[in-house]
């Protein structure tokens, strides 16, 4: 009995992962609206019957794409902090990992272009928070403890730096030029984040 399950549960697994690899495909090449699910199931080698059994509809598809990239972002994000670095270089440091990836094409498309449009402002913005803000937050808030940034209140500021942050991708994913975009954008942060600085 236990190993036809384990079996069927790794064949799910496999079904799950083509379609959200075949989404992540045409969703950054297509974008959301001109991608069908007919185009979906037949890119990852999978029935229609699979993609209903795994998500409900195209949209849940492409906000487990979408989760899938912002669970990268922590992920990349804690690869560049050090125990040996102080908060705020942390958390300067995870800034610009995050601008790093916004040169990529599936970032830029599906997390800032086309996720808030098909999310809706309300839920893009939840997940954002649940990926980004806390990170945000800790690493201002113990930025203050250690005396290099004002003390305030760190929730509004946590949410003025991601809102800074996104703005700065977005002009990275939107530019002709990204890898200019992306000095440009770094630099400007760079000027904001220093103005934090006690």
């Known amino acids: 009995m236990h190993v036809p399950s384990r079996l069927q ?7 799950r992962q083509a379609l959200l ?3 992540r495909e045409l969703f950054t090449e297509q974008g959301y609206a001109q991608t069908g699910t007919e185009q979906l199931v037949q890119h990852a080698g999978v029935t229609r019957g699979a993609l209903y059994h795994h998500f409900e509809s195209k949209l849940a598809l492409f ?3 979408f989760m899938s ?3 990268e972002f ?7 902090m050090s125990p040996e670095a102080s908060a705020w270089d942390n958390l ?3 800034c610009h990992a995050y601008l790093d990836m916004c040169l990529r094409p599936d970032i830029g498309r599906i997390v800032l272009l086309d996720g808030p449009a098909v999310l809706g402002p309300e839920r893009w913005r939840e997940l954002e928070d649940q990926y ?3 990170a945000v937050l800790a690493g201002l808030q113990q930025a203050m403890d250690d005396g290099v940034v004002t003390p305030r209140p760190a929730l509004p500021l946590a949410r003025m730096v991601l809102a800074a ?5 977005l002009y990275i994913a939107q530019s002709d030029r990204p890898r200019v975009a992306r000095r440009e954008a770094g630099e400007a942060f760079d000027t904001l984040l220093d103005g934090l600085r006690a």
Do not use: S
């Not at 922590?74 to 560049?80: K, S, Y």
């Not at 942050?165 to 991708?169: L, Q, R, S």
């Open 9 to 15: 549960q790794a064949r799910a697994d496999e079904t």
């Open 21 to 23: 690899r075949a989404a």
């Open 63 to 65: 906000e487990a794409v």
């Open 69 to 71: 990239l912002e669970e």
């Open 74 to 80: 922590i992920v990349i994000g804690a690869q560049v």
């Open 92 to 94: 300067v440091a995870g």
């Open 132 to 134: 980004a803000l806390a």
């Open 165 to 169: 942050v996104n703005e700065a991708g």
